[in-house]
């Protein structure tokens, strides 16, 4: 890792370099996280996007604390999970990172109002009663449910609850925010409400966020989204909203340290690309052709804004 990126890390970024997971059961070995690189910026929300099994929520839980990597290194907000002490993940998961989960049963607890729920992590941090009244204050605020502090979970809608967890999330002033589908169990409108208020804690807190999500709506919201396949990036795609004509797109391959990159599906499926391809080098590209096509034939035409599911390696 370089100086500059230890520098952005220490600051609340994410950096993983060549990540794996594996996970043992009986005498099976499931290679969750295949050599995975990331980063995301101090700052940035992100969200991640994958098929089940990927290994995005396996990511999370290793981002966040809850499972320790099997090799390589993973850093968030300048602590390496890779070295960290039982009770140094303690710790680091009560003050580093914060997470709201699809299921509002595992972000609150149904027996205290929004304001108590909200000052529970501050109690167990060890905040005075008068610092955890103010900053509850102020999240409540901050996620628009002021008025709402003294309901319990039942008494609040399903949105509701997910703008509570959002505030229990932030209680200890993370730098990084991880959330698991957090719109999975919300209709249209109040989940487009959640990525609302995801966005506003971004930019008025500077928390770096990281979103799991299967909502074209989520990612669309958002300036970068990456996409996992097989435990490895595969592509991400970056979002210019400044533009004349609005929003604009652009799908990127990714390449990893390893000089290994996901084909898009349709790529493959359009040249009917198998085990073997052929490469040449051009002066500003790569070509690449099936093992029996000549380079001269004539190429396939590809729609460029075809659904695109990466398929394939490329390394």
């Not at 990126?5 to 794996?20: E, F, K, N, S, Y």
């Not at 304001?115 to 901050?142: C, Y």
């Not at 989520?218 to 929003?247: C, F, K, P, Q, Y």
């Not at 052709?289 to 460029?304: H, I, K």
Request: aromatic share 2%.
């Amino acid at each position: 890792m370089t100086a500059a990126t230890g520098a952005r890390v220490a600051h609340g970024g994410i950096v993983c370099d060549g990540l794996v997971k594996i996970y043992q059961s009986a005498d099976i070995e499931v290679v969750a996280l295949q050599g995975l690189d990331l980063e995301v910026e101090p700052g940035e929300l992100v969200t991640l996007v994958g098929a089940s099994g990927s290994g995005k929520s396996t990511l999370l839980n290793v981002l966040g604390g809850l499972d320790k990597p099997t090799a390589g290194r993973a850093v968030v907000a300048g602590h390496d999970l890779m070295s960290m002490r039982s009770s140094d993940r303690t710790a680091f998961r009560r003050r580093a990172v914060g997470f709201i989960w699809q299921q509002t049963s595992r972000n609150l607890l149904p027996y205290l109002d929004a304001r108590a729920n909200v000052e529970l992590p501050m109690t167990l941090a060890g905040l005075s009663r008068r610092e955890r009244f103010r900053r509850a204050s102020e999240l409540l605020d901050v996620v628009g449910l002021a008025d709402r502090a003294d309901h319990r979970p039942q008494q609040l809608s399903g949105g509701e609850q997910q703008r509570v967890a959002i505030a229990v999330a932030l209680a200890n002033e993370p730098a990084v925010l991880l959330a698991d589908e957090p719109t999975g169990e919300l209709d249209t409108a109040t989940a487009e409400e959640i990525v609302s208020v995801l966005r506003t804690v971004n930019v008025e807190l500077g928390v770096t966020g990281l979103i799991v999500t299967h909502d074209p709506l989520v990612s669309g919201h958002v300036d970068r989204t990456i996409a996992i396949r097989d435990g490895r990036i595969s592509t991400e795609t970056l979002r210019n909203r400044g533009g004349a004509d609005g929003v604009i797109s652009r799908e990127y391959a990714v390449l990893d340290a390893a000089g290994r990159m996901q084909l898009p599906e349709r790529y493959v499926n359009a040249l009917a690309l198998e085990r073997r391809v052929r490469l040449e080098l051009e002066r500003d590209h790569i070509g690449v052709w099936p093992e029996t096509t000549a380079s001269s034939d004539r190429p396939v035409d590809v729609d460029p804004d075809a659904d695109d599911r990466p398929n394939g390696d490329v390394g």
